[in-house]
């Protein structure tokens, strides 16, 4: 019985031959053709698939579709208790998951101190929409100009902020 080298193919070290592969990538070009035609698919239809997975979107595209900002904080007096639930609709469109998704309001004095916040972590969300609550039960003391901001943010996309402005007077 003829002995078969060891390195058949095999350069120093065991290392392929130019040669071999070469023979190797002609052979797997052919059953990925072979595979192409067996499933109907045309060097058109190769061409548009691969187009098609270099144009997926890789992040995901959140908005705030809706809030109740405004309601939620209006004009009023000095001393007052805003006992409200503020919600906020968000919607992730091109089906790429969240990753690390988190709602945080903030209510803001005229001298950019923050008089409050609340923060929620929802699930993470992908080609649908939820509402994140946020409960409020905070007392505002003193006449100033307040903003209401609402930062949604995670790891793999690009933050959104909203923004509300109201006032709060001393009632005099």
Do not use: C, W
């Amino acid at each position: 019985m003829a002995k078969t080298p060891k390195n058949i193919g095999h350069g120093e070290g065991g290392s392929r031959t130019p040669k071999l592969q070469e023979l190797l990538d002609d052979i797997a070009k052919d059953l990925e053709d072979v595979f192409d035609e067996v499933a109907g698919l045309s060097d058109a239809d190769r061409r548009h698939r691969a187009a098609a997975d270099d144009e997926r979107p890789t992040s995901p595209n959140v908005t705030i579709e809706s809030d109740n900002l405004e309601a939620a904080f209006t004009d009023e007096e000095a001393s007052h208790t805003y006992d409200t639930d503020v919600e906020i609709g968000l919607k992730e469109s091109t089906g790429v998951e969240t990753d690390g998704l988190t709602v945080r309001l903030e209510v803001i004095d005229g001298d950019d101190d923050v008089e409050f916040y609340e923060e929620e972590t929802p699930s993470q969300i992908s080609d649908e929409t939820t509402t994140v609550t946020l409960s409020v039960d905070d007392e505002i003391t003193d006449a100033d100009t307040y903003t209401a901001v609402v930062t949604v943010s995670g790891e793999n996309f690009d933050t959104i902020t909203i923004s509300h402005e109201f006032e709060v007077t001393s009632g005099d």
